[in-house]
T-cell receptor
Framework: QQQVKQSPQSLIVQKGGISIINCAYENTAFDYFPWYQQFPGKGPALLIAIRPDVSEKKEGRFTISFNKSAKQFSLHIMDSQPGDSATYFCAAVYNTDKLIFGTGTRLQVFP | DSGVTQTPKHLITATGQRVTLRCSPRSGDLSVYWYQQSLDQGLQFLIQYYNGEERAKGNILERFSAQQFPDLHSELNLSSLELGDSALYFC?????????????FGQGTRLTVV
């Protein structure tokens, strides 16, 4: 019940395309949903986050869509660039600080 | 730079040995988390400390232990090492409190057990 399921495991997108990564959860106690971006050899870094009372949040080319009733949320990367090539982790938080990660999606953007 | 410092960056050791990984959290952060990242397991939560006290335990083996010291730095001790313990070990820190949910990750320690 504390799991966060993430798909796809890997994603190949052409430059300028839209990258979409999906996550689903079961525990309704989760109250914060961050996305982390990890480049090879680096630690994960917060990219964008959303609370369940908001259906969408946009920051530049990155958008989180949140469907509370379906217990699903997704990351959309518009106009994907080669520099976006990284591993993306969705996560869910409960009790303000217990962070549960999805399994990760390796994104490759080709020129 | 996240402000979280992990040492060493790389560690190579033999099976059966014991190692200690060190983490210095961001200034002011009271919570420290340890994660294990292997190729096929993603980011696995091991353990969390808050202001010196154990707060939550994840998939941490009995051969592993951790502690957080009064100066808030943390150490992860791995003993009786096995080949399967080879992984990246990340430390993260956060300011606990309602709304303070961003965790900042260090660069990780790459452990290779041979």
């Amino acid at each position: 019940q504390q799991q966060v399921k993430q798909s796809p495991q890997s994603l190949i997108v052409q430059k300028g395309g839209i990258s979409i990564i999906n996550c689903a959860y079961e525990n309704t106690a989760f109250d914060y949903f961050p996305w982390y971006q990890q480049f090879p050899g680096k630690g994960p870094a917060l990219l964008i986050a959303i609370r369940p009372d908001v259906s969408e949040k946009k920051e530049g080319r990155f958008t989180i869509s949140f469907n509370k009733s379906a217990k699903q949320f997704s990351l959309h990367i518009m106009d994907s660039q080669p520099g976006d090539s990284a591993t993306y982790f969705c996560a869910a938080v409960y009790n303000t600080d217990k962070l549960i990660f999805g399994t990760g999606t390796r994104l490759q953007v080709f020129p | 730079d996240s402000g979280v410092t992990q040492t060493p960056k790389h560690l190579i050791t033999a099976t059966g040995q014991r190692v200690t990984l060190r983490c210095s959290p961001r200034s002011g952060d009271l919570s420290v988390y340890w994660y294990q990242q292997s190729l096929d397991q993603g980011l696995q939560f091991l353990i969390q400390y808050y202001n010196g006290e154990e707060r939550a335990k994840g998939n941490i083996l009995e051969r592993f232990s951790a502690q957080q010291f009064p100066d808030l730095h943390s150490e992860l001790n791995l003993s009786s090492l096995e080949l399967g313990d080879s992984a990246l070990y990340f430390c993260a820190s956060s300011v606990e409190g309602r709304g303070s949910t961003e965790a900042f990750f260090g660069q990780g320690t790459r452990l290779t057990v041979v």
